[in-house]
């Protein structure tokens, strides 16, 4: 029932900027958090920003710390993460996932998308 899919992917060059949409559906509970994560070939997944229902956007890692923002519009349903001032090592495929009565973002949400590749070219 809950699905989340990302759209807004791409090539861009470095220097430039992005802005992510996780759109979702199904969900039970008006209480729920919304974690972008990012896994770059060859390394591990990794936690990027993390949004609350409650709360708004709680967590960045340093890494995208002065750079990303995470932020929604509920009335359609959406998640949105905007990358400013992209790098090269922002290259990898990001994801959407959530959790149901929940604030707390970690790897082991319940929910998942399936991905967009963000290129980001030196």
């Known amino acids: 029932e809950v699905q989340l899919v990302e759209s807004g992917g791409g090539l861009v060059q470095a220097g430039g900027s992005l802005e992510l949409s996780c759109k979702f559906s199904?969900?039970?509970?008006?209480?729920?958090?919304i974690g972008w994560f990012r896994q770059a070939p060859g390394k591990a997944r990794e936690g990027v920003s993390c949004f609350s229902s409650s709360y708004g956007n709680t967590h960045n890692a340093d890494s995208v710390k002065g750079r990303f923002t995470a932020s929604s519009d509920s009335a359609k349903n959406t998640v949105y993460l905007q990358m400013n001032n992209l790098k090269p090592e922002d290259t990898a495929v990001y994801y959407c996932a959530a959790v149901m009565e929940s604030s707390l973002c970690t790897q082991g949400m319940d929910y998942w998308g399936k991905g967009a590749l963000v290129n980001v070219s030196s």
């Open positions: 199904g969900f039970t509970a008006d209480d729920y958090a």
